[in-house]
């Protein structure tokens, strides 16, 4: 199969993910609040990223071809997707929902940075265990169990720094920590996945060619299984970690944007220092 | 002063970086020993597995000797700071019976790689639970000595937060020389 | 909250001064955030001579082909004694001494959070030092492994002298320092601030040694971890680095880049505050952009991890981590231009004095964008395998670090001598220091760039006579000259301005931060009165109280 025929033909639009995305777009459009403007733009744009990203070729090469591929899927389904569904919630919905009991309880919950960080970080290593992954590439139920695993957990991890309500979210130089410890997290493993020798994952040293190109990978883009884990593990190390990177920069950028609470409550100091009026009369 | 927490807490932090670089090592060497003793032909994890439950048991009498004080129950807080101490040496006693079992094997840090790395990672270890323990008699000390008023003590706070970090890092080094090696 | 003001009705203590406490004790028992910090400042300008001193050694062996003056086994001693020296012994604990001082007057505080633990800092330096340094009275001699000794050289059976032991036991001890002043700063700026210096209207300079000390807390382990591998290797027979036991000599790379990358930065960043304190004093405006200068300092700090590998470059970690990590490197680029741009534009349409810390600080802005785009160059994997381990090298690390850092400090200590002692410098000598500096350093490092292409490696003790090869080495010799001459330039300013120099008076720069709001040197209790901070310049607020600089701050 040459390689546009691929691209055309490695579709699976398969029923589960429609629905997630579905139910995602349906649980959107019920929030309190709801109107079409940029940020529903962004959150449709999110599920939309989704949709593609569990339906399209990337989706095959993954499971069937190559490490790096997954690894792209993981890294958009853990850390871009849900960060453009959480913010594409409008911040009155979040503020209306904290007010409801229940709802209220499971955002306060969400907003804990403890387990977040554990879920986020944790996720990214259980599913990545060589053996575990092993089961998942041959078990449907499991993958699309790591699929949504992937989209909730990264939307718990992504709580606690762009909650839409201002009150949930952690002060921006906890946040820093927060991002740069996950970030340590997510280099370590992307470390060993790089520096491992080669057959970290043994279901994608020797694929079952089902849609013939695994000769122009081989052999024309010379992705030998080798290459092919340590672009795995270079994707989750450096461009999974400028993720959390930019997103620290977000949270300063929100900081110094937000106005300074202002100089009530200092006193104006009399004393010996007055005489700093003769200071800087340049 | 939440000035002595924040320190032992980015101390703790600090610390935890340094015993990754071990367990790093550790990690890297896993599986490259083709010959010359392992973590699977020369270890026995059950009772190592025993004696590390005293030192998870001794971070719930920490706690509980936290609990005391801020109760004012200088009594038990005393008490409690002793179990530690013994539940803390006994781990060291077993993990100085596991030691002098390998040397006796001739399984030692120059042997290989695997001797190595794993004298290293627990050696550090268990040099922090001494530090711990030491702390931990010190406070003992200025307990029977009538200090630690209560509700509230820094000195306490801080040590057994310092306790709970030596035992976590037991958590992991256990999971990654034993667990790894004989699940 | 207020009851943290410290309010001293009348100062009768007298100011900490070696002459007014006469007795060595008054020194070597003291916790004052003040005595530590120059204590830490002598301390760095004695290993700065030694360092300059092995550097002018190794220059005068290098000035012609097939040179005899040092043997190589001495020349491999200096090279690793001077690179150590200068990296953990000058520009490291200069930055930390100058940060001890400085922090708590710039956020209004009466000491560190932990004084003692400062004080053992210090000492753990102060040890550490004499340790490394002892080693040249050890039957064996120095080390003479590199300053990253790389195993298995700095291994048995390869270095069977004492010299890599010394080593590694003295920044194992001055690194644990490290690591103690790195928490302390950390703790000190996040709790000790006076009301009203939010995190938001700290200085850069104390923004930036909070970004610095949390790299120390987080890297300096990674080298403590690595060093007790290695003496574990050489004192216990354990076999760590040692391939030929099963061990990984690439391993030793991977620790010990992993710490020297973001050390790198360690030795920068707080350089980087430090101009962000003078430009704009000396251009009467203030900082441009001060929220991107802030925030491009975490971003370099976060980037600063995960870029080690470009040391490694020649090591064979395959061409796509090589690519990864290229990538990554250039990406440091963009807040480190972020940070220069602002200084331009604060300068832009400023009335700029040039005293002798602004003209430092203009020199450091220019000798540190060279070395930082031979920085983007040797990113590049195969411009890093033509010129790895060549006097291209040599010549862009002296660019980032003398002409990024070393320069810094020069700027920080004409600014803030005032301050440490109550004199001002001479700015005769000052100028004269300057140009001297400017044209040795330029003399004798530019010239290495076009040697490094021609192929001379570096960490050679001579060299084949290859056409101008001799020439341009006894140019960068000649050079290096000169800079020893501004050295004695500078300490002769020191020394004869801390017995005649003009007395400066509390704020002689019409600066805007705290520490000018003290006496000179600064009181025991630092202030009599912390003035009110209701913005980032609040000098300026006191001075103008109708022209503040956060509109809100309008005192009706």
Redesign the interface.
Known sequence: MSVLNFLGAAWSFEPWALIFAAALLASYAALPGFRLNGRSLLFSSGVLLMVLTLVSPLDHLGRNYLFSAHMIQHILLLLVIPLMLISGIPESAADKALRLPLAGAVMRFLGNPVPAWLLGVGSMWVWHMPSLHDIVMKNESLYIAQQICFVLSGFIFWWPVFAPARRARLSP?AA?LYL?SA??GC??LGM?I?FAGAGLYPAYANPTDSAGILSYIRNDLCITPG?DQ??GG?TM??PG??I??AA??AT??R??ASP????A?????E???AK??S???? | MANNRMIVGFFIASESIFFLMLILAYVNFHGSVTDGPTAANSLNPVVTGIFSLFLFASSFTIWLAGKSLRNKNHLMLKVWILATIVLGAVFIFGQGLEWSGLIEKNITISRNVFGTTFFTLTGFHGFHVCVGLIMLSLLLGLALAGDFKGPKSDAVECISLYWHFVDGVWVVVFSVIYLWAFL | MSSRIPIVPENTIPLPSLKANNGLLSWVASVDHKQIGIMYLIITLVYFLLGGLEALLIRVQLAHPGNDFLTPETYNQLFTMHGTTMIFFVVMPFLIGVGVYLLPLMIGARDMAFPRLNALSFWLFFFGGILLYYSFFTQSGAPDVGWFAYAPLSEKPFSLNKGPTYWALGLLASGIGSVASGLNNVVTILTMRTPGMTMRRIPLFVWMMLVTSLLLVFVIPIITAAFAMMLLDSLLGATFFTPAHGGSAILWQHFFWGFGHPEVYILILPAFGIISEVIPVFSRKPIYGYEFVAASTVAIGLLSLGVWAHHMFAVGLGNVANAYFSLASMLIAIPTGIKVLNWVATMWGGRINFATPMLFATAFIIEFVIGGLTGVAIASVPIDWVVTDSYFIVAHFHYAIFGGSVFAIFAGVYYWFPKFTGRMLSETLGKWHFWLTVIGFNMTFFIQHFLGVMGMPRRTYTYYDMPYWGSMNLISTIGAMILGLSVIVFVWNILASLRHGKPAGDNPWNAWTLEWATTSPAAVENFELVPPVRGRRPLWDLAYPDMPDEPGAKIV
């Open positions: 130089l820093t740069a970030c340590l280099s370590i060993l790089t290459v340590q672009i270079l190390w450096v970690c400028l959390y990177l620290s920069m300063l950028a900081w110094y300074e609470p202002g100089p409550g200092i006193p104006a100091v004393g010996p220092l700093a009026d200071y800087a009369r340049d």
